[in-house]
């Protein structure tokens, strides 16, 4: 079956400016992750959906990072004025429920000029 | 907070050689561990679980890894490596205790395997 997709794969785009990543995951997954894989920090936990629960969004490292699940299912991680050091690749995952195996997303490589 | 400690940040070995990644965590009465592959420019692919029962776990592609509670470590392991398990690996930890955050994942910062011929 159809496992986790991301988009885009890449995105380039000049400090300051917005950006949007989205993260569709797997038919039925009630719980929905994304993670913040870069160099010298390793994947970092951003934030949590499981159902229509609020968020965890302990992860989230500014208020410049937000993200929302529309309709239990495909949800979308917004950056705004986007910095340098937000330059990273970001992993969405997806599990049938908390505290379950977690299957990931190719990731989108966020590159920030 | 949890912390997940991966000794070796490179292993280089040869083809049909043993290999042993090794994985410590800060102690807590009940976890769930993991060790994940991430292959070049791809997303990361469980290799196995512990969640209860034997401490001996066995996953895809001929790897298995070891529980230990008392050494908190939770090592992989295969006997003989091909070319194609070059790869980075993480091993993660799921803390039971946390509160109620136990979905959270806390990673390692990746061990990366090289097989040479």
């Known amino acids: 079956g159809a496992g986790v997709s991301q988009s885009p794969s890449n995105k380039v785009t000049e400090k300051g400016k917005d950006v949007e990543l989205r993260c569709d995951p797997i038919?039925?997954?009630?719980?929905l992750y994304w993670y913040r894989q870069s160099l010298g920090q390793g994947l970092e936990f951003l934030i949590y959906f499981q159902g229509n629960s609020a968020p965890d969004k302990s992860g989230l490292p500014s208020d410049r990072f937000s993200a929302e699940r529309t309709g239990g299912s495909v949800s979308t991680l917004t950056i705004q004025r986007t910095q340098q050091e937000d330059s990273a690749v970001y992993l969405c995952?997806?599990?049938?429920?908390?505290?379950?195996?977690?299957?990931f997303g190719p990731g989108t490589r966020l590159t920030v000029l | 907070a949890q912390s997940v400690t991966q000794l070796d940040s490179q292993v280089p070995v040869f083809e049909e050689a043993p290999v042993e990644l090794r994985c410590n965590y800060s102690?807590?009465?009940?976890?769930?561990l993991f060790w994940y592959v991430q292959y070049p420019n791809q997303g990361l692919q469980l290799l196995l679980k512990y969640l209860s029962g034997s401490t001996l776990v066995k996953g895809i592609n001929g790897f298995e890894a070891e529980f230990n509670k008392s050494q908190t470590s939770f090592h992989l392991r295969k006997p003989s490596v091909h070319i194609s398990d070059t790869a980075e690996y993480f091993c993660a930890v799921s803390d039971l205790n946390s509160g109620g955050s136990n979905y959270k994942l806390t990673f390692g910062k990746g061990t990366l395997l090289t097989v040479n011929p």
């Open positions: 038919s039925g997954h009630t719980a």
């Open positions: 995952a997806s599990s049938f429920r908390r505290v379950n195996e977690q299957f």
């Open positions: 102690s807590s009465v009940s976890v769930y």
